[in-house]
């Protein structure tokens, strides 16, 4: 696993996004020695062209990374998986359209790009293939002892089983008492670790004990650890392969003593910053478009075009946020703070368009301009749902240590829900986000939003 970001990103997702880079150039390249009345090397670069085929890759792979191909590499269909080529390839031949109509220029030849672009579609599906098939395989080179029966162990090993470009082999784990029903098999009991590590080499061994106190054995863990094997805590695995914080294992000596844990001040007061000035550029640049808005908001139902609603934000502090009203007038008068769900009957027609774009979400920007709110952090929730989960969730209100966004972490990786399990995986997302909020991470999110707006995800 490489950390890029502030996130755990698998090696092999950067392997396959370079290779691929390489290969979609070879195709141009290797087009533009059969489509060019003269030298290529001339036209690419001593007339330089070369800009024009790097153009057209970046669209390819903006492409592929909007269909989620670098999120998921598993393949399902290899005809799905021909036709999302094909639409990444084609967007960049409509992008390339578009740029000449603004200057003829601007364009690759017309040969030189359908030559390239049918290599494109030959290649690419073919290699991602071989890529899945043997390549993965081979970079699983973490071979993964698991000790204990605990359900979060439980999670980890499904989760390392679904994502083998993690580079993660599950060997088989140890049980405390008595065998579990882990999709992979049980090598013997806590006790037998050591005879189990001579046997099976395992390279990283991953701790999960439901009860640990007189039952780990720390003497045989610690001359293997000292043998070279990496021994970590399954909290610790199953933040990287989440890429949350396992709210569930959380004690309070562990945030209360923690070094690594934000917010860190100095990423704050740049947090402030670029976000005021990406607000104030924001506003300038969306005004025709929220202009728009705000006459569809009004001509569609009765009522105001903003809709005003108390949330809180920062160490408890209750703001007033302003939001395009996307629910009919007084959608609350009979039943009071109640959460959205699927298909609901409050939200105007207008509104479920504008809900589904985020762009009801554009009067926000306002809110960081007055310095209530961040472009990037947790979800700004009501009070009255405030309330409610901080005495049902275990540190609900340490998400309140840092500004509400308007896109956040668990924003883009968790659909919206309505019920508790879904507010506590979002604190876990938020907690993870709070402990390495830094300006790389917060790019990532907003570079990341852009696809969640574009495939209208996670609105409702």
Not at 103 to 116: E, T
Not at 231 to 260: G, H, N, V, W
Request: glycine share 6%; with cysteine.
């Amino acid at each position: 696993m490489i950390r890029l970001f502030r996130v755990f990103i698998p090696a092999s997702v950067v392997a396959l996004l370079l290779s691929e880079i390489v290969l979609i150039l070879a195709c141009y390249l290797i087009a533009s020695l059969f489509t060019l009345h003269y030298g290529p090397m001339f036209y690419l670069f001593a007339e330089g062209n070369y800009w024009k085929i790097l153009v057209v890759t970046g669209c390819i792979v903006l492409g592929l990374y909007f269909q989620d191909l670098y999120a998921e590499l598993r393949i399902g269909s290899n005809i799905l998986l021909v036709q999302q080529v094909c639409l990444a390839v084609g967007s960049s031949l409509l992008f390339m359209a578009f740029l000449s109509y603004l200057r003829p220029d601007y364009v690759l030849g017309r040969w030189l790009m359908v030559a390239g672009s049918i290599g494109v579609v030959l290649v690419l599906p073919s290699w991602r293939y071989f890529f899945w098939k043997y390549v993965i395989s081979s970079m699983r080179s973490e071979r993964v002892l698991l000790i204990g029966n605990s359900s979060i162990l439980g999670e980890v090993i499904s989760r390392l089983i679904e994502k083998p470009e993690f580079g993660y082999l599950p060997v088989g784990y140890l049980c405390e008492d008595s065998p579990c029903d882990f999709p992979i098999p049980c090598l013997g009991s806590v006790p037998e670790v050591r005879a189990v590590c001579e046997q099976y080499k395992p390279t990283r061994i991953v701790v999960g004990m439901s009860e640990r106190r007189n039952r780990l054995p720390v003497q045989e863990l610690l001359e293997i650890r000292f043998s070279g094997i990496v021994i970590e805590d399954a909290a610790d695995t199953y933040e990287m392969a989440m890429r949350r914080i396992c709210s569930r294992k959380i004690q309070p000596s562990q945030l209360i003593f923690s070094s690594m844990l934000g917010p860190r001040p100095h990423a704050i007061a740049m947090q402030n910053f670029y976000s005021l000035v990406i607000a104030i550029v924001g506003i300038a640049l969306l005004s025709p478009l929220m202009l728009l808005t705000a006459f569809l908001v009004k001509v569609s139902s009765p009522g105001p075009i903003l809709y005003r609603q108390r949330r809180v934000g920062t160490n408890g502090h209750i703001f007033t946020l302003s939001k395009f009203r996307s629910m009919y007038s007084d959608a609350e008068a009979h039943t009071g703070a109640v959460w959205a769900t699927v298909d609901d009957p409050r939200i105007t027609p207008v509104g479920r368009w504008l809900r589904r774009l985020r762009l009801d979400e554009l009067p926000q920007l306002w809110n960081v301009v007055k310095g209530e709110m961040a472009i990037v952090g947790p979800r700004p929730e009501r009070p009255e749902f405030v309330e409610l989960l901080a005495h049902q969730i275990p540190y609900y209100r340490q998400r309140l240590a840092v500004k509400p966004g308007i896109t956040g972490w668990a924003q883009i990786n968790h659909k919206y829900g309505d019920t508790e399990l879904d507010a506590m995986i979002k604190l876990e997302y938020d907690l993870y986000y709070i402990k390495n909020v830094a300006p790389a991470l917060d790019f990532y999110i907003i570079f990341h939003t852009l696809k969640v707006m574009l495939l209208s995800r996670g609105a409702q």
